[in-house]
Nanobody, 123 residues
Framework: QVQLVESGGGLVQAGGSLRLSCAAS????????MGWFRQAPGKEREFVAT????????QYADSVKGRFTISRDNAKKTGYLQMNNLKPEDTALYSC????????????????WGQGTQVTVSS
């Protein structure tokens, strides 16, 4: 198993940047593909980005392409989500997740989840 803890959320003005971190403990981090998801109040959880276990492959939601960058450092057992040019519609609870399955955008394919970190973007 792997345990995940997110950090780095906060309040930022539109156009600003934040970097989220996802610290893992437990089983070898490199065994897992990792994803970021978000959920805004009253909305369903949605896919944001995913990265393969050694960082070779990535995939992004269309809404964040060109603004967000997912990365990972397996030696530090930490994943990251760099978010630039933030918009009010990016406001949500952001959660990282891990899976031993193939790279996927589907939240149901991820077995391990953190508690989330809140990102609020003011206009």
């Amino acid at each position: 198993q792997v345990q995940l803890v997110e950090s780095g959320g906060g309040l930022v003005q539109a156009g600003g940047s934040l970097r989220l971190s996802c610290a893992a403990s437990g089983r070898t981090f490199g065994d897992y593909n990792m994803g970021w998801f978000r959920q805004a109040p009253g909305k369903e959880r949605e896919f944001v980005a995913t990265i393969s276990n050694f960082g070779i492959a990535t995939q992004y939601a269309d809404s964040v392409k060109g603004r967000f960058t997912i990365s990972r450092d397996n030696a530090k057992k930490t994943g990251y989500l760099q978010m630039n040019n933030l918009k009010p519609e990016d406001t949500a609870l952001y959660s990282c997740a891990a899976t031993v399955r193939s790279l996927t955008t589907k939240s149901g394919e991820y077995a391990y989840w953190g508690q989330g970190t809140q990102v609020t973007v003011s206009s």
